[in-house]
C-alpha cells in the first residue's frame, strides 16, 4: 500500500457517483469509503487484526475524546496514535466540535473558542481552532478536521447564521495554525437547514483552502429528504478535485443515496453500535438477533456473506451469546457488521467503475423483498 | 491432531509431576493441562480462533449454564456444543454440582436429585445424576462429570460424610445411565477437609469405575496448606492410569503445586476474570493495569510475553481501553492471561520432561523477586 504525503486521486466521475484513491502517510484508501468510529481510540470490541479481515483501509477517531482521556501527551509520549492503538493504516481525527456539543456540560461557544467541562470527570477545558489542530498534529492522524461550530437542531436562521460565520473564521484560524507536519485538514461547512447559509459557508471556505470538505450539521433530526437536498447543494458547489466527506452517516440506504450526490467519504457508529444492540445488516435487511425465532436456528446471520462471524456461527448461538450477555456476542457482531458495510461499498466501488451502479441500487432493494430466502438457503463459507 | 475413542496415556511420572496425554473425539491434549472456562459456551471475550492462538487445547464449559440457557435441545439442534460454538478441539463439561450450590435459589438436596429455581428465571427444575449424563450427552462433549453433593464450606464432619454418601450414590448412577456414546466420564471425589471421608469415597468412587478422577470441594474458604494436604492425600489413592483433575484450581502458583502432587487437569476463571478486573499475569509477577504508574509506559503488559497483546499493545493503551471501559480491554487482558497460563504448563511441561522441575520452580520465583526489569528492557516480539 502506497505511502506518501496526502493527495486525492479522482479516477471517474459521472452522474452515479465518484470513484477516487486518498493516499496518506500511512498509505491509500479507495472511495467512496466507510470509516468505522474509533472515538476513544478502539473501534468497539474489535481488535486492528479484525479490522484488517472485515476490509477496514480507513478509521475514523476523536481528538476531544483522546484529549480528556488519555490525554493528548499520554498518546505522544507512546509514538503517536497509530502506535497507541496498534493501527498502521490512514486515520482520520474529528475533532470533537459536534461532540462538545452534544456530551460536554456548561458549553459555552465564545468567539475566541469553546469552553466546556468534560463529561468524564467535570474538569473544565478551553479549546480554540488553533490548539485543536494542534492536538491532532500531536495525535498524529492522517486527516485533522477543523473545530467547527455545530448548532443544535432545530436552529433559527439567525443561530445557524451566526455559527457558520465561526466555523468560517474558525476555519480560517485552524488553517493559519496548521504546521508542516504533512497532515491534511479537512473543513467543515456548515449553514443547519438554509441553502444560502451553506453556500456562503462553503464560498468561504473554498476560499481559505482545504485538504477535502466536509458537510457537518446534518441528520441532526431533520427529515432525510432534507439532509440529501442540503448535502448535495453543497457537493454541487464544492470542488472536484477535493474528497468530500459527509460526517455521521449513515444506513446502508444512507450510503447509496450519499454516493450518488457525490460524496466519498462517510462514517457511522451504527454497525457498531448495532453490534452491541442485536441489529445485524444483512443482504436480505436488518435481522435483530434477539427475536425468538432464531432460538435454534442452525442458519449464519447472512447465507450471503463470508466473514468470521457467518462462516463460524449460527443465529443460535449470535442469540444465546447476546441474550447471555457474553462479550463476544458484540464482536461477533460487529466483525459482521462491519464486514457488511464495507462488502457494500466494495460494491458499489465496482458498480461506479462499470458504470452498474443502477442494477447495483436494485439489485439491494430487490433482495430486501425476497426475504424468503432468509432462513437458511446456499451459504457462502 | 489424532482423534479417537477417550484415552489417557501416562508419559512420565516421578516425585516432581506427571507428563501424559489424553485422546478425545475431539484430538488430543497434552498434560499437565490448564482449562480454560466457558462455562456458558464462550471463553469470556475470546472467540475461538483466540483461543487456538493462545494455546489452548482444551476447554471447559458447564452443564448445568447450557441446560438452563440456551436449553440442551438449542445445543443438539444447532450440532452439538463443538458446532455451536464454533470450537473443534476437545471440551470438558462440568456438571453443575458447584453451581446449583453457589449460584441457584431454594435448592434441595434429595436423595434422588437436586431441586433448584433457575439464577436466571426464577423456574422449576430437578436434576438426577441420570439426568445431568444425559444432559451432557445431548451437548456432545468430550469429557463427562458426574453430577457431586458439594457442601458449602465450613462443613461438619457430618455434612461432609452426607454429602460424600450422596456423592458416591450420583456417581453409581452416573456410571448406570452412561449410554454408548464415546465419550469420557469422571468422577468427583468429596468428603471435605476430613481424610477419612476422602478416603472412603476414593474407594468407592474407585470400585465403580470412571475415566478419570476429580478433586472437588477444595478451594471453598479452607487454609491452602488444608487445600493441598487433603489433594495429595486424595491423588495417593488414585489410580496412575487415569487423569486426576482439581477441580476450580488456581492461581500459578496453585498449578505448580498441583503438578507436583500429581495432578494432570486445571481449570479456573481466574486468567478470565482477571482480565476483567485489570489482572494481568507477567513473568514478573502480577500487574494491575489501572495503576497510575502505566499511564504513558510504552513497554508491552509482558516483555518476555509473545502473546498477541505484548506484540503490539503498551501497558498504557490497555490502560487507557480498562479506564474507558472500551470492551478490546477485557479481550486483550483475556488474550495475555491465558497466553500466560497455557505458557506456564508449556513451561511445567518441559520441565518434566527434562527433569529439571526444581530450576522451572526456582526460576519462576525468583523472576518475581527481580522486579527492577519490570519497567521496560529487551522484548520478544
Redesign the interface.
Known amino acids: 500500500m502506497k505511502r506518501g504525503r496526502f493527495s486525492f486521486q479522482l479516477l471517474k466521475q459521472g452522474g452515479e457517483g465518484r470513484l477516487g484513491r486518498i493516499t496518506t502517510p500511512h498509505g491509500q484508501c479507495s472511495t467512496p469509503a466507510f470509516m468505522p468510529v474509533g472515538s ?3 473501534v ?6 479484525d479490522l484488517q479481515e472485515v476490509g477496514t483501509e480507513i478509521l475514523l477517531c476523536n481528538a476531544y475524546h483522546l484529549y480528556l ?2 490525554g493528548t ?2 498518546v505522544r ?3 503517536g496514535l497509530h502506535r ?3 493501527w498502521q493504516g490512514p486515520i482520520l481525527t474529528d475533532s470533537g466540535g459536534f461532540q462538545i456539543v452534544s456530551m460536554s456540560a456548561l458549553r459555552e461557544v465564545e468567539s475566541e473558542g469553546v469552553r466546556f467541562r468534560s463529561h468524564i470527570d467535570g474538569s473544565l477545558h478551553f479549546l480554540t481552532p488553533a490548539k485543536v489542530v494542534q492536538i491532532q498534529e500531536e495525535l498524529g492522524s492522517d486527516i485533522m478536521m477543523v473545530l467547527d461550530s455545530c448548532p443544535p437542531y432545530p436552529a433559527s436562521p439567525d443561530e445557524a447564521k451566526a455559527a457558520a460565520a465561526l466555523t468560517a473564521q474558525w476555519a480560517r484560524q485552524s488553517k493559519e495554525a496548521k504546521g508542516g507536519s504533512g497532515q491534511a485538514l479537512f473543513g467543515i461547512v456548515q449553514g443547519g437547514v438554509y441553502p444560502e447559509l451553506r453556500r456562503q459557508n462553503a464560498h468561504e471556505l473554498l476560499e481559505i483552502g482545504f485538504d477535502g470538505y466536509a458537510i457537518g450539521g446534518l441528520s441532526l433530526g431533520e427529515a432525510k429528504e432534507l439532509t440529501f437536498e442540503i448535502a448535495e447543494q453543497v457537493t454541487d458547489l464544492l470542488p472536484k478535485e477535493a474528497p468530500r466527506y459527509l460526517m455521521g452517516m449513515g444506513t446502508p440506504e444512507d450510503i447509496l443515496t450519499g454516493v450518488r450526490i457525490g460524496v466519498d467519504m462517510f462514517d457511522c457508529v451504527l454497525p457498531t453500535r448495532g453490534a452491541r444492540t442485536g441489529l445485524l445488516f444483512t443482504s436480505l435487511g436488518p435481522l435483530n438477533i434477539k427475536q425468538a425465532r432464531y ?2 436456528d ?1 442458519a449464519p446471520p447472512d447465507p450471503a456473506c463470508g466473514c ?1 462471524t457467518c462462516c ?3 443465529r ?2 449470535l ?3 447476546f ?2 450477555r ?3 456476542a ?3 457482531n460487529a466483525v459482521h457488521n462491519l464486514f457488511y458495510y464495507h462488502s457494500l461499498v466494495r460494491g458499489i466501488r465496482q458498480a461506479l467503475s462499470e458504470d452498474t451502479m443502477d442494477q447495483f441500487v436494485r439489485a439491494f432493494f430487490s433482495q430486501r423483498e425476497d426475504t424468503t430466502g432468509s432462513e437458511g438457503g446456499e451459504t457462502v463459507c
Not at 468497539?44 to 487484526?49: E, F, G, S, T
Open positions: 476513544q481510540g478502539s468497539k470490541a474489535l481488535a486492528p487484526v482521556r488519555p501527551e499520554v509520549e507512546v509514538g497507541f492503538m496498534g432460538r435454534a442452525a468470521y463460524n456461527f449460527s443460535a448461538y442469540r444465546h451469546l441474550l447471555s457474553e462479550l463476544l458484540y464482536r461477533l
